[in-house]
């Protein structure tokens, strides 16, 4: 501790200093590479899990996570940075189209969606992927939050034929969607968003269906 | 250190200098998660961990650190163990790593584990120190807890609602029957506010009336309520 001139000192505590900055980035290396494969499973488990419930796996037979559509941006689909969509075959043939899509006008932001659109155009199921709508108001979107446990309020979109999808609007609106009163907002959003996508899948169906998989459309 | 010095230890974190309460740190996550008692308690438990391990990991280390740049070499450390801790959550525990996942990160902004590293194991032996991360977490999840109860109960008229994404099967309490409107207030953050003043008032009146009664049994040497920024 004989040095204490200005340089002396900054030199001395400017080399510690990159001494714990290279001890530390090398401990988050070594866990970045200890868990890389393990969190990129769990990822897709995850993701799994979220198509399984919009389309139960019973529907297909092929590698669903491995076998989709990369979109660039789309504006009919709310996509500013892209997305995918899903592909599910049974025996080669279509059976659904699982569409990433985004409602950009929540009340809080935007809502990300996934849905499934079946090959004669009904749709399976939709989920709110990631969302910031008002805790205990707007957020029966969610069926993980939504009061309703026995039938949440997104499963109604499970039951739309093809031509229903016209009338995929809220009753305020004229369609034949429920919501909540007072959230109207929300739920809005989302049915407009998922009419929007039903309605993409369904007039690209052959050339989404043809694609080269993992490539753009 | 003994035991005695342990238990005090443990005895400031959770109760004398709780954090939530006494020294009104780390704000940021308790208004945001607080909003029932399955959210607040998955913070609570994250922090502890994370407080533990970089008291330990400094209180270790603390003679290896200059003077000087003690404040950006606790960042730095507090930060790579968090980021730790969220990769091994995420990759070992990923269930819970679902609920808690969001909160981790947070955790770095939270001043209360500076605070306790800067003022207790910059200066303390390891073992100490670890306990006092433990206890200062524990006294922290405590408060988040009452909060998370105070809120959702007032809410959304519910108890543990959530509880399904960590013990599957499980299910929330409904308290008010499905009918009950929510009281939407509580669940925003300014309901956080309220319920927090609620609770300081509350600790403020038990150590008050403690004070009173040592003042009566007539041996006015009693400690003052132990303040802190």
């Known amino acids: ?217 | 250190m003994d035991f005695q010095a342990y238990r005090d230890i443990a005895w400031n974190g959770v109760w004398k200098q709780n954090t939530g309460v006494v020294q009104i740190l780390g704000l940021c996550p308790i208004l945001a998660v607080s909003n029932n008692i399955v959210n607040a308690v998955s913070l609570g438990l994250a922090t502890i961990l994370v407080m533990a391990l970089s008291n330990l990991t400094i209180a270790s280390l603390r003679n290896f650190i200059p003077y000087e740049i003690r404040i950006p070499v606790f960042i730095l450390i507090i930060a790579a163990l968090t980021t730790v801790v969220d990769l091994a959550f995420n990759a070992y525990l990923h269930e819970l790593y679902l609920v808690l996942g969001i909160f981790i990160p947070l955790i770095v902004t939270n001043c209360i584990v500076l605070a306790r590293v800067e003022a207790f194991a910059a200066k303390n032996e390891p073992v100490g120190s670890t306990i006092d991360g433990i206890a200062m977490g524990i006294g922290l999840t405590l408060v988040l807890t009452v909060l998370g109860a105070m809120r959702e109960v007032v809410g959304s008229g519910t108890l543990l609602s959530g509880i399904d994404m960590i013990v599957p099967g499980a299910q929330p309490i409904s308290l008010f029957g499905n009918d009950y409107p929510g009281f939407l207030v509580a669940i925003l953050p300014p309901g956080a506010f309220f319920a927090l003043g609620c609770l300081v008032a509350g600790r403020n009146w038990l150590e008050a009336r403690k004070l009173a009664r040592a003042h009566r049994a007539a041996a006015p040497v009693a400690d003052t309520p132990a303040e802190a920024g």
């Open chain 1, 1 to 217: 501790m004989s040095e204490t001139t200005a340089l002396g000192l900054s030199a001395r505590t400017g080399a510690v200093m990159v001494g714990f900055t290279v001890i530390f980035t090398a401990v988050m290396a070594y866990t970045y590479e200890a868990t890389k494969t393990q969190i990129a499973a769990s990822a897709s488990e995850e993701k799994m899990k979220l198509l399984t419930e919009v389309l139960p796996a019973a529907a297909y037979d092929n590698a669903l996570l491995d076998d989709y559509v990369q979109l660039g941006p789309t504006g009919q689909l709310g996509l500013d940075d892209g997305g995918r969509i899903y592909r599910a075959r049974k025996a080669g043939q279509p059976v659904a189209l699982l569409v990433e899509t985004t409602a950009p006008d929540g009340y809080s932001g935007r809502i990300e969606l996934i849905v499934a659109v079946r090959a004669d155009g009904s749709l399976s199921g939709v989920r709110a992927v990631a969302h910031r709508e008002t805790p205990g108001l707007g957020d029966y979107i969610d069926p993980k939050k939504d009061k309703n446990k026995t039938s949440p309020w997104i499963t109604q979109f499970g039951e739309l034929k093809a031509a229903d999808i016209p009338g995929c609007k809220v009753k305020k609106d004229g369609g034949q969607i429920a919501y909540h009163t007072g959230a109207t907002i929300s739920a809005r959003a989302v049915t407009n968003a998922v009419a929007r996508a039903a309605r993409y899948a369904t007039e690209h169906q052959d050339r989404l269906f043809a694609a080269k998989s993992g490539g753009p459309l």
